[in-house]
Nanobody, 124 residues
Framework: QVQVVESGGGLVQAGGSLRLSCGVS????????MGWFRQAPGKEREFVAA????????WYADSVKGRFAISRDNAKNTVYLQMNSLKPEDTAVYYC?????????????????WGQGTQVTVSS
């Protein structure tokens, strides 16, 4: 059984930074492309960033490009989301997802396994 567990959320002031981590167990981690998504109250879940199985390719939503960075450590079965220059509009529950594919994808429906989410709150 595959488990996806996020950590690292919290409360931060605007302009600050947070690093989210996501661990995956139950199957060879390097067989997954990984994605980060977020969902604010009253809004649909939206794509934030993704990384391919090897880590060579990454994708970002325009709203976070230049501020967020996704990376992975296949030896530690973990993917990270470094979030810098945070804004109040980044406030949301952040979800990590795994996709059994070489490349990542943008639509949430393309992902096979999901974590429970971690809250990120950015105060102004």
């Amino acid at each position: 059984q595959v488990q996806v567990v996020e950590s690292g959320g919290g409360l931060v002031q605007a302009g600050g930074s947070l690093r989210l981590s996501c661990g995956v167990s139950g199957r060879t981690f390097s067989s997954y492309a990984m994605g980060w998504f977020r969902q604010a109250p009253g809004k649909e879940r939206e794509f934030v960033a993704a990384i391919g199985r090897s880590g060579a390719r990454t994708w970002y939503a325009d709203s976070v490009k230049g501020r967020f960075a996704i990376s992975r450590d296949n030896a530690k079965n973990t993917v990270y989301l470094q979030m810098n220059s945070l804004k109040p509009e980044d406030t949301a529950v952040y979800y990590c997802a795994a996709r059994i594919s070489y490349n990542a994808a943008v639509p949430p429906a393309e992902y096979d396994y999901w974590g429970q989410g971690t809250q990120v709150t950015v105060s102004s």
